[in-house]
């Protein structure tokens, strides 16, 4: 990873997340968005874990060394987006208050939950506990 990269750690199996992730831009000025699936990364995911964050419950954006998790996440995404398009005009809109990501991200966690159990997606963490995984 270079000094430019932004790296967000999310679970590709979900569709919704996955539509999010493909569709946000940054700024080029701020750096390159690097898309992690956190399914197919141990050692990502394990750092992620030993500071005590689930990413079955928000994803994570690591910027400059940082860790900002679930709506703090998507908070900051929002200010470092390009609002170039419909899509990330609108996330900025509706996360540039940090208030507003916080309201609305456990709403969005709750149907990202919702949807993977319609799916019979298992989330990553019980992957582990398990014995299911690579890890």
Not at 87 to 97: A, E, H, I, K, V
Not at 99 to 123: D, E, M, W
């Amino acid at each position: 990873m270079t000094d430019k990269q932004i790296m967000l750690i999310y679970d590709k199996e979900c569709p919704a997340c996955d539509v999010y992730c493909q569709i946000v831009r940054i700024r080029q000025s701020v750096g390159e968005l690097v898309l992690i699936d956190a399914r197919e990364n141990p050692a990502v995911l394990q750092e992620i874990s030993a500071k005590g964050l689930d990413i079955d419950q928000g994803m994570v954006l690591k910027m400059d060394g940082q860790l900002y998790y679930g709506a703090d996440a998507i908070h900051l995404l929002a200010l470092l987006s390009s609002r170039s398009g419909v899509f990330n005009r609108l996330n900025y809109w509706l996360f540039r208050s940090k208030k507003i990501a916080a309201i609305l991200y456990p709403i969005l966690r709750y149907c990202r939950n919702l949807l993977l159990k319609i799916l019979g997606k298992t989330k990553i963490n019980n992957l582990k506990q398990d014995g299911n995984d690579r890890f």
